[in-house]
């Protein structure tokens, strides 16, 4: 019988470790997106589909979209916790996958779903090669969550906060660029204080747009989201690069909820 072209929920354990955990000793919103990343290597390492040798290059995953919703407490300092993560989509040049925190008890504490492509040769999107077409979404799971209309940018008129900072080598992953964990905590670092005194962080919902690279300058802006369907605790982001030839570029829009 020839094997199922459907792939299947992928468990991977975690423990909270000290340098993920914050002040008040519970994992970061960030240190879970490292954990999301690290979960999905694994799965695709596991069925060969990590990185690709393709006519354009070599080729390697690189997120677009994420969305993530905090539903409980975060775990915290040394607690076991797993994640779970699965295909859930397919899309043109797109793969979207699905996550799942969960608590030694099994429940789920945050939900997430991301939409990644390969980028080869010229730092450009290829064709998802043949080899996807063995790893289908799980039958009978459903979706993390559900996207929506993409974010976008923070009017200049209602910038509360900026923050400027410089791309390290630190900063950058496999391909070259900054981390998209990365980019998300530069976004998150122009939240005014009295806000993040107040409230805790449970919606995050970013698109890449542009990549930033070692010696760039780049520029997060923050500001309410305005008008008479704005939700309180809703924030709007806008992650720029300088570009030596023109405006800044995007590198990131972000949308925050804070309850």
């Known amino acids: 019988m020839p094997a199922s072209p459907y792939a299947t929920v992928w468990t991977e354990p975690f423990r909270v470790r000290a340098y993920e955990a914050g002040p008040d000793e519970r994992v970061s919103v960030l240190a879970v997106l490292n954990l999301f990343q690290e979960a999905a290597g694994e799965q695709a390492r596991a069925h060969d589909l990590d990185v690709f040798d393709l006519p354009a290059g070599p080729a390697t995953w690189v997120l677009q979209r994420l969305l993530l919703r905090v539903q409980s407490d975060l775990p915290r300092l040394r607690d076991a916790v797993t994640v779970d993560t699965w295909p859930s989509d397919r899309e043109g040049l797109r793969a979207h996958r699905d ?44 979706r993390g969550l559900t996207l929506d209309g993409a974010p976008a940018p923070v009017p200049p008129n209602t910038v509360t ?21 990365r980019i998300a905590e530069w976004a998150l670092e122009a939240v005014p204080e009295n806000v993040r005194a107040a409230a805790r962080l449970s919606v995050l919902d970013i698109a890449f747009q542009n990549e930033a690279t070692v010696g760039q300058t780049v520029v997060s802006a923050c500001g309410p989201v305005s008008g008479p369907d704005a939700a309180p605790g809703a924030f709007a982001h806008h992650v720029t690069r300088a570009s030596p030839n023109g405006p800044p570029q995007t590198v990131a829009l972000t949308r925050t909820h804070w309850t």
């Open 99 to 142: 996550f799942v925190l969960r608590d030694a008890s099994g429940a789920a504490l945050v939900r997430a779903t991301s939409v990644w492509f390969l980028l080869a040769g010229r730092r450009r999107p290829v064709r998802l090669p043949p080899a996807m077409d063995t790893f289908l979404p799980p039958p009978d799971v459903p």
């Open 161 to 181: 906060r900026s923050e400027t900072f410089a791309v390290r080598h630190a900063d950058l992953d496999r391909v070259g660029h900054a981390n998209h964990a």
